[in-house]
C-alpha cells in the first residue's frame, strides 16, 4: 500500500488543522493506521492510532482531548483532527499502515507498522 499524507502547514497556537492520508489498494478496510510526528533533533513518536473498523482507538497523553483520528474506508483515508494546537505539536506528522485480521485491534508503536507515508509538516507559532 502507498500513503499520501496532506494537510500540514503554518498555524497559530491555539488554531487547528486536519491532516487527512489517502492510501491506494482495494484493502484499506482491513488496514489498522497510525499518527507519528517527529521534531527535530527528537525520536518519531507515536500521536494517534485506529483500528479498521474504528471501533477502537488510541492516543498519546499528550494529544488527548485535542486531537481526534477517524477513517472513512469507502475513501481509502483516515484522519487526525488536530485542535488546542500547541508550539510543542510542531513535527512532521507521518501516517502508517499495517494488516491486520482482527477489526478491533490497532498498533502504537511504530515497530509495529509495515508502510509509512511522507510525512507533512506542522508548525504551530507562539
Known amino acids: 500500500v502507498q500513503l499520501q499524507a496532506s494537510g500540514g502547514g503554518l498555524v497559530q497556537a491555539g488554531g487547528s488543522l486536519r491532516l487527512s492520508c489517502a492510501a491506494s489498494?482495494?484493502?484499506?478496510?482491513?488496514?489498522?493506521m497510525g499518527w507519528f510526528r517527529q521534531a527535530p533533533g527528537k525520536e518519531r513518536e507515536e500521536v494517534a492510532a485506529?483500528?479498521?473498523?474504528?471501533?477502537?482507538?488510541y492516543y498519546a497523553d499528550s494529544v488527548k482531548g485535542r486531537f481526534t483520528i477517524s477513517r472513512d474506508n469507502a475513501k481509502n483515508t483516515v484522519y487526525l483532527q488536530m485542535n488546542s494546537l500547541k508550539p510543542e505539536d510542531t513535527a512532521v506528522y507521518y501516517c502508517?499502515?499495517?494488516?491486520?485480521?482482527?477489526?478491533?485491534?490497532?498498533?502504537?508503536?511504530?515497530?509495529?507498522?509495515?508502510?509509512w507515508g511522507q510525512g507533512t509538516q506542522v508548525t504551530v507559532s507562539s
Open positions: 489498494g482495494r484493502t484499506f478496510s482491513t488496514y489498522a
Open positions: 502508517a499502515a499495517r494488516t491486520v485480521a482482527s477489526p478491533t485491534y490497532y498498533f502504537s508503536s511504530k515497530s509495529s507498522y509495515d508502510y
Open positions: 485506529i483500528s479498521w473498523s474504528s471501533g477502537s482507538t
